[in-house]
């Protein structure tokens, strides 16, 4: 059964930081990867998506990679600002037990302060 | 503008008391699915429709209803809603399974007292 996790679960750091946040899965067999923003009681806004051939995604600031051997992801967030706090979420989609759904982490909780 | 659309967004009910909240969208996706999101427990899957008229379960079905009679709505019902419904509801859509992004609707905050 796929399980994901996300490492740390809370993290703050001040403006114009570069960070990482982590991923693990403990399935290697998966379409993709996909990545997520959670502001506090709203909705998921998707940020990138890896799908299982790629090795990692950018936009703008963010870049994702993908190791499906050792069954990692990160998110890289360049130069932090204020806005960029909120919780990030990944969820992989695996083959089989669930294929029909997302397995998502618990979340990495974000403050980036001035 | 591609979305996923939730109504209502906040609902207080008491027990019993039958309700609804809707879900479409407008990008012609076949894929449908319902998650709930709680403390501790993260998002986890209520039910899916992979197209019209085809319906299964997810992971906590128990006291939800679903139907998929046209292809852009996907209502998720409660017949008899209890206080351990009470959630953060999200509806998601993707063009088809597998490699396909899935979309995510604002959310449905629900309380039942």
């Known amino acids: 059964k796929q399980e994901v996790t996300q490492i740390p679960a809370a993290l703050s750091v001040p403006e114009g930081e570069n960070l990482v946040l982590n991923c693990s899965f403990t399935?290697?067999?998966?379409?993709?990867l996909q990545w997520f923003r959670q502001d506090p009681g709203k909705g998921l806004t998707s940020l990138l998506l890896?799908?299982?051939?790629?090795r990692e995604q950018t936009s703008g600031r963010l870049n994702a990679s993908l190791d499906k051997s050792s069954g990692r992801s990160t998110l890289y967030i360049a130069a932090s600002q204020p806005g960029d706090s909120a919780t990030y979420l990944c969820a992989a989609r695996p083959f089989s037990g669930g294929y029909n759904k997302l397995i998502f982490g618990a979340g990495t909780r974000l403050a980036v302060h001035p | 503008e591609a979305q996923v659309t939730q109504n209502p967004r906040y609902l207080i009910t008491v027990t019993g008391k039958k309700l609804t909240v809707t879900c479409s969208q407008n990008m012609n996706h076949e894929y449908m699915s319902w998650y709930r999101q709680d403390p501790g427990l993260g998002l986890r899957q209520i039910y899916y429709?992979?197209?019209?008229?085809?319906?299964d379960k997810g992971d906590v079905p128990e006291g939800y209803k679903v139907s998929r009679k046209e292809k852009r709505n996907f209502p998720l019902i409660l017949e008899s809603p209890s206080p351990n419904q009470t959630s953060l509801y999200f509806c998601?859509?993707?063009?088809?399974?597998?490699?396909?992004?899935?979309?995510f609707g604002p959310g449905t905050r629900l309380t039942v007292l």
């Open positions: 429709s992979m197209n019209v008229e085809v319906t």
């Open positions: 890896i799908q299982s051939s790629q």
């Open positions: 998601a859509s993707s063009f088809r399974l597998g490699y396909n992004e899935q979309f």
């Open positions: 399935d290697s067999a998966i379409y993709n």
